[in-house]
């Protein structure tokens, strides 16, 4: 496609259940990051794919976040046993390999869980 | 630990005015910083970088960016702005110590430019 497609677009989940957050990345990009952002913040940094590998998911707040891209496309993040403070936009980025490429963000899928 | 400060989360300014939008980090050692930009319904996009070299970058749409290393700053700059320029602004850092595309966002600055 001509850029990053996230689905869905909103997503509302009661307190206590699993939600799933597709990411679909630029053809052809290695590199896949996912972004949390909360209601007037900046994005906060989540995880990082290359190709299939996950590189560093330093930023995963617990475990009841997952996130995987198995072959090395397509990522889904997964949140168990949503909370209300999971509440917020999930964005994915991506990007070819390089560290003087630019990041191509998505529109991102807003997440309430009431 | 490592932080971005950015000074205003509104600003209110009128066509043709100058936009100046601070943004300050933590010491940590070599980083590489960026002004993203978000217009209203619209995802996050690049306006402009700094690796290394020239301190003052120019990104698109007339923006510039100075690196002050003594000041751990990297403001925002655009000498005449225009109605399309309302939007968010996000300053964010790449610390060398972390994976490249890990970046650190502050909490972003609201512009509104009336006619």
């Known amino acids: 496609g001509a850029g990053v497609s996230q689905s869905p677009r909103y997503k509302v989940a009661k307190r206590g259940q699993d939600v799933a957050l597709r990411c679909d990345p630029i053809s052809g990009h290695v590199s896949l990051f996912w972004y949390q952002q909360a209601l007037g913040q900046g994005p906060e940094f989540l995880t990082y794919?290359?190709?299939?590998?996950?590189?560093?998911k330093s930023g995963l707040p617990s475990d009841r976040f997952f996130a995987e891209r198995p072959e090395g496309s397509v990522s889904t993040l997964k949140i168990q046993r949503t909370q209300q403070e999971d509440s917020a936009v999930y964005l994915c980025a991506s990007s070819t390999q390089g560290e003087d490429e630019k990041l191509f963000f998505g529109s991102g899928t807003q997440l309430s869980v009431l | 630990a490592q932080s971005v400060s950015q000074h205003n989360h509104h600003v209110i300014l009128s066509e043709a005015a100058s936009l100046e939008l601070g943004c300050n980090y933590s010491y940590g050692g070599t980083v590489n910083l960026f002004w993203y930009v978000q217009y209203p319904g619209q995802h996050l996009q690049l306006l402009l970088k700094y690796f290394s070299g020239d301190p003052l970058v120019k990104g698109i749409k007339g923006f510039e960016a100075e690196f002050i290393k003594s000041k751990f700053s990297f403001n925002l700059r655009k000498p005449s702005v225009q109605w399309s320029d309302t939007a968010e602004y996000f300053c964010a850092v790449n610390w060398a110590t972390d994976s490249w595309g890990k970046l650190q966002f502050g909490a972003g600055t609201q512009v509104v430019v009336t006619p």
């Open positions: 794919f290359q190709n299939e590998a996950q590189l560093d």
